[in-house]
């Protein structure tokens, strides 16, 4: 029997559409039934790799975690990685397949429906029921002409939708009766029903809203979800500097690490659980600051040659030289890895117009940058320690160590059979750089990193502090979600699927 669907929609950007789709995989996964995220389009430079290489969206490899299977490349067929303004790197089907420009946005529409049905055909074959999620607000009608996630999708899969709105942001029963009344007739007949998420206060104030709502657009609500301030869920695209940098009690033996704010930042998600430690304060660094800090990390970026300019144009390169000249630490991850070496080379002009950079200088590296892309998940081990990390890189750049730089790390890749090196570290052993993005989420790795520069404080190191797993996150989201919910009325919608009401 092919599956059933349900998709979930909403007013607007950032509303919750992808955690909540992720609670619902893991709802009715815990139900006995064979779940499957989709997401036809994704734009975010939040990326994940699958166990055979394929590049796809953090979100939907969080939903795939919900769901309990690997995630791969049809759970998000259609990927856009935004490198500045108006330009952005287009993946398909876990691949890269050139650059999109925002002047033909419908060229994702004209070249890539037929990868997105094809991929969407082969989930209903082997799954139960599959949850479908769409992008900002069906009804941005200057977009419709173009649309491949939201209504075209909820069409083509024959799904009822369920509408989303925050009302931490204002404004959301206005936003949810207007999206109503700019869609078609025939789109709107596919609303089934909609949540309210994000809310804070006494609910009673609100019900007669809702029910005004539900006179006005003729469909139900099937819930009011209350804000979670303490959701630990990986984000699907936005640094969510509040999150990261939230402020801790200042207490004897908290570590500063400045957080280095560059252009296009990409897998932000590296540096959750480093949020997470409790004797560690983040800090958002978007300029030279006359601030102590024990290290400072320059984070992943789609658009190096960007982000090196940026760093030097906000003095942030020269930030990194003092704290070294007080016994500090700088990291790069990916990106900022790349910027930290002696020179660029970009003999294709791949990543920009210029075939040379000069670097920070910070690490003797140099980065050749080449049109194949490296996607491939890994595991290996600290050079210096042998703590084990695992992980994955997802990067277009080749980067050569020189003398006096020694590599990171050991790791292998699911195909090889000998460790080979990664990363680099300097002579004084102050300076780090790696490919790989999830080395953080090691609490061992994590925990002896921080522990060194707590020994450059004189201070005394601490044992791992792992907190909880990605699996009981989601069991403890999808149990606050249901608590919520018109179950019930889900069910029916689901089984009625886009009957009339």
Not at 24 to 40: D, E, I, M, N, S
């Amino acid at each position: 029997m092919p599956a059933r669907t349900l998709m979930i929609q909403g007013t607007g950007s950032e509303v919750g559409k992808s955690v909540l789709v992720a609670a619902l995989c893991r709802l009715f996964t815990r139900q006995g039934r064979r779940v499957a995220p989709f997401k036809a389009q994704n734009m975010s430079n939040n990326s994940f790799v699958t166990p055979d290489g394929e590049e796809i969206g953090r979100a939907q490899a969080v939903q795939a975690a919900a769901c309990r299977i690997p995630p791969r490349a049809d759970f998000n067929p259609v990927l856009i990685k935004p490198s500045g303004e108006c330009e952005a790197q287009l993946v398909v089907h876990g691949k890269v397949a050139g650059l999109l420009v925002a002047s033909d946005f419908g060229r994702v529409r004209r070249e890539c429906a037929g990868v997105v049905q094809d991929a969407f055909t082969r989930l209903v074959e082997e799954f139960d029921l599959i949850i479908l999620e769409g992008a900002g607000s069906p009804a941005e009608i200057n977009l419709r002409d173009y649309d491949i996630v939201n209504m075209y999708m909820a069409r083509l899969a024959r799904a009822p939708v369920v509408l989303v709105g925050d009302i931490d942001r204002g404004g959301v029963l206005a936003a949810l009766v207007g999206t109503m009344a700019l869609l078609s007739s025939e789109d709107a007949q596919l609303i089934k029903g909609f949540l309210i998420n994000k809310f804070r206060g006494d609910v009673g104030l609100l019900m007669p809203g809702v029910r005004m709502v539900e006179d006005r657009i003729a469909v139900p609500c099937l819930g009011v979800i209350p804000y979670c301030r303490d959701l630990c869920l990986p984000e699907e695209d936005a640094v969510r500097w509040d999150a990261l940098s939230r402020t801790k009690v200042p207490t004897p033996g908290l570590l500063r690490i400045g957080i280095a704010e560059l252009p296009c930042i990409s897998n932000s998600t590296d540096l959750d659980m480093l949020a997470g430690e409790p004797d560690v304060q983040l800090v958002r660094i978007s300029q030279t600051v006359d601030l102590p800090l024990d290290a400072l990390i320059f984070p992943g970026t789609k658009n190096t040659p960007q982000a090196l300019r940026y760093v030097r144009d906000r003095g942030m390169d020269r930030l990194a030289r003092r704290l070294l000249d007080q016994g500090g630490t700088v990291v790069g991850l990916c990106g900022g890895y790349q910027i930290l070496g002696r020179r660029l080379l970009d003999p294709l002009k791949i990543e920009s117009g210029e075939t040379e950079l000069q670097g920070l200088d910070l690490l003797e590296v140099e980065t050749i940058f080449a049109p194949e892309k490296m996607t491939v998940q890994v595991k290996g081990i600290h050079r210096e320690t042998g703590t084990p990390i695992e992980g994955y890189e997802v990067h277009m750049g080749r980067t050569v160590l020189g003398q006096g730089t020694a590599s990171l790390f050991e790791v292998t890749g699911p195909q090889d059979s000998v460790r080979r090196a990664e990363g680099a570290i300097s002579a004084d052993g102050r300076v780090l750089g790696t490919y790989i993005h999830g080395i953080f989420d090691s609490s061992s790795f994590r925990r002896g990193f921080l522990n060194r520069l707590r020994v450059t404080r004189g201070w005394a190191p601490l044992q791992p502090h792992s907190g909880s797993s990605l699996d009981e996150e989601l069991d403890r989201w999808a149990d606050f979600v249901a608590d919520c919910l018109d179950l019930s009325t889900l069910e029916l919608i689901i089984q009625r699927g886009i009957l009339a009401q």
